[in-house]
């Protein structure tokens, strides 16, 4: 009986963590089955070896070995890494024990609570970051900066450089920056002479 209602605990934490607070905030439904996946299949595999044996400290190391596991698939974000340990951890607290105990229920809600309030969109919603492939080679950072934070409508407030080839007048950046409430602005090229002369050509033509 305990054991059934600490399964009952676990997957209600990880419904919510997954259908309440990851997806509403992402959209990103291929990482649904994968969360719940992980979560369920620790939790049958802790379960079991909680009730052999072999001990807990096989287990923790079973959490060594699947918290290391990279998926070379697809790019996953921090964030995102950061869900794959909360449903690792939600199903070892709910799978470890062999009865139900205060403590686990409590971690068990800190880690929603903590990624409920660490994930929030209002949690320093205005600072962004991108990774941009800019049509100049800029060797100025100064130069680079005011250009970004033209672009962006925003203050930069930090940038990397990744690359600047200046064969294909190509720079790759990281920028960091803060919106401040204007919209980003595309800057205009200065028109050339000869295109100039061309279009007050054409007006005159109209005139006449």
């Known amino acids: 009986m305990d054991q059934t209602l600490l399964v009952v605990a ?65 790019e996953i974000a921090q964030h995102e890494i950061a869900y794959y340990f909360s449903a690792l951890a939600l199903g070892l607290l709910a799978g470890l024990p062999e009865q139900v105990n205060v403590l686990s229920a409590l971690l068990m809600a800190l880690i929603v609570a903590t990624m409920y309030v660490g994930d929030h969109p209002r949690l320093f919603g205005r600072y962004r970051q991108r990774s941009l492939r800019l049509d100049a080679a800029y060797t100025d950072e100064d130069a680079l900066r005011a250009h970004l934070e033209v672009l962006l409508g925003g203050r930069v407030v930090n940038l990397s450089v990744r690359s600047v080839d200046l064969v294909n007048d190509m720079t790759l950046v990281d920028v960091r920056y803060l919106v401040t409430g204007e919209g980003p602005r595309t800057p205009r090229a200065p028109r050339a002479p000869r295109e100039v002369g061309v279009q007050a050509e054409r007006e005159q033509g109209v005139r006449a």
């Open 10 to 74: 676990d997957l209600a934490a990880i419904s919510v963590l997954t259908f309440a607070v990851y997806f509403p905030r992402h959209h990103r439904r291929d990482l649904i089955a994968a969360f719940l996946g992980v979560n369920v299949g620790v939790l049958a595999v802790a379960m079991t070896l909680s009730s052999s044996s072999v001990g807990i400290g096989l287990g923790m190391g079973l959490f060594g070995v699947l918290s290391i596991i990279r998926l070379r698939s697809d």
